[in-house]
């Protein structure tokens, strides 16, 4: 199993402003990924990011909106730029398990609410 | 367009008896099935999965049945307990870019009364 941490834990912002959101694992992991959970509905994957390289997005999902960094194996960012109301959510991050059916590992999540 | 679809928002059990959690997906090509645990300020944490070719996964009081042809599975909780109730999330994955990408239903609350 992987041990997850996120921060900030929850946040109340303004529209127009961004927010940084950090994830942190206590162990090397290639792939983290990052979901997004509005009220009511079900977890949506945003992006995929590996230590190196350009996130991968999923389709509704952009880079400018979304931009997300992955400096080394263990830790990755997930902005939420320019936001509006409609980006309130949960943000979750996550990693994935070594077992063949491979169950994820979440984070605790950061609940964001934008005014 | 919803691949995994919880239809029951919400379940009440009595402790003790059996808790019945329902899931159904339309794609075909979903390699495995998991389902996860959520408690309010947790983030979700894995309960048990089964493979496609599989049709039931038992672990303790915990058993998943998948009838592939309804595209249709389920969770059983036996015996119910308390610290059960939590929001659960079916989700299905298949591999995509070399790794097993889950969609995730909307979640069943599920609250068990002592």
């Not at chain 1, 206590?26 to 079900?42: A, E, I, L, N």
């Not at chain 2, 099935?33 to 496609?52: D, H, M, N, R, V």
Request: net charge neutral; with cysteine; charged share 15%.
């Amino acid at each position: 199993s992987a041990v997850i941490s996120q921060k900030p834990s929850r946040d109340i912002c303004q529209r127009g402003t961004s927010l940084t959101i950090q994830c942190q694992v206590d162990s090397q992991v290639t792939m983290m990924f990052w979901y997004r959970q509005q009220p009511g509905q079900s977890l949506t994957l945003i992006a995929t990011a590996n230590q190196g390289s350009e996130a991968t997005y999923e389709s509704g999902f952009v880079i400018d909106k979304f931009p997300i960094s992955r400096p080394n194996l263990t830790f990755s960012t997930l902005t939420v730029s320019n936001m509006s109301p409609e980006d309130s959510s949960i943000y979750l991050c996550s990693v994935g398990g070594r077992e063949a059916y491979n169950e994820q590992f979440f984070g605790p999540g950061t609940r964001l609410t934008v005014l | 367009d919803q691949q995994v679809k919880q239809n029951s928002p919400s379940l009440s059990v009595q402790e003790g008896r059996i808790s019945i959690l329902n899931c159904d997906y339309t794609n075909s090509m979903f390699d495995y099935f998991l389902w996860y645990k959520k408690y309010p300020a947790e983030g979700p944490t894995f309960l048990i999965s089964i493979s496609s070719i599989k049709d039931k996964n038992e672990d303790g009081r915990f058993t998943v049945f998948l009838n592939k042809s309804a595209k249709h599975l389920s969770l059983h909780i036996v015996p119910s307990q308390p610290g059960d109730s939590a929001v659960y999330f079916c989700a299905a994955s298949r591999l995509s870019g070399g790794s097993y990408i889950p969609t995730f239903g909307r979640g069943t609350s599920l609250i068990v009364h002592p």
